[in-house]
């Protein structure tokens, strides 16, 4: 059985402060990565996608890979009460080549208090 | 990304019917996808809806229960049959835009509530 591990939260931080958001995964054959935030009743946004280890930044987002420790973590620096919100893990298995398959995380709520 | 848009955006039915969900997108896409997310859950991926050909069904979901089509690279239908409470929940498209790349963009979504 394929698993995305998330903390549930709910997360809170204070507006300003770095928010860091953890997943692990069970394939050790995973090839792509992907975080999503979905505000309640809506549905997921994309926000980042990393392919490789190391960090990958876009913006206040830095998306950080360790495959060896099959380890996904997001960070929002700067935090703002509009990132309150779920934030979501995928992970694409590896299936041999066939795409498709989103396994996602439980989500962890994150909440930025004013 | 591509603009998908999803008909209707919620609906209330009755236990033992069923409901047709639409899925069109503004430029023809390699991939569409569909996915149900239960209250307080994650989504899980029905089914790959493929153009010209059957939908491939994940473990634990099957054609009777969840027929799709595809008819074209920009629209997709997801039928909801003999509706049960069970099956309230929002059900998602999403696609792939272009082949080099498996990142996935979701549609609004459609909120069903089964008495």
């Known amino acids: 059985q394929k698993e995305v591990e998330q903390n549930s939260g709910p997360l809170s931080v204070p507006e300003g402060a770095i928010a860091s958001l953890n997943c692990t995964y069970s394939?050790?054959?995973?090839?792509?990565f992907f975080w999503y935030r979905q505000y309640s009743g809506k549905s997921p946004e994309l926000i980042m996608f990393?392919?490789?280890?190391g960090d990958k930044e876009d913006g206040r987002f830095t998306a950080q890979l360790n495959k060896a420790s099959q380890y996904v973590s997001l960070l929002i620096r700067d935090s703002q009460p509009s990132d309150s919100a779920t934030y979501l893990c995928a992970v694409t298995p590896n299936y041999g080549g066939s795409q498709g398959n989103l396994i996602f995380g439980k989500g962890t709520k994150l909440s930025v208090k004013p | 990304s591509a603009v998908i848009s999803q008909k209707p955006s919620r609906d209330i039915c009755q236990r033992g019917t069923s409901l047709t969900i639409q899925c069109q997108v503004d430029s023809q896409v390699t991939m569409m996808f569909w996915y149900r997310q239960q209250p307080g859950q994650s989504l899980t991926l029905i089914a790959t809806?493929?153009?010209?050909?059957?939908?491939?069904?994940e473990s634990g979901f099957v054609i009777d229960k969840f027929p799709i089509s595809r008819p074209n690279l920009t629209f997709s239908t997801l039928t909801v049959s003999n509706m049960s409470p069970e099956d309230s929940s929002i059900y998602l498209c999403?696609?792939?835009?272009?082949?080099?790349?498996?990142?996935?963009?979701f549609g609004p979504g459609t909120r069903l509530t089964v008495l």
């Open positions: 999403s696609v792939q835009v272009g082949r080099s790349t498996d990142t996935q963009y």
């Open positions: 990393i392919y490789s280890n």
């Open positions: 809806a493929n153009q010209g050909s059957e939908a491939t069904y």
């Open positions: 394939d050790r054959g995973s090839q792509s």
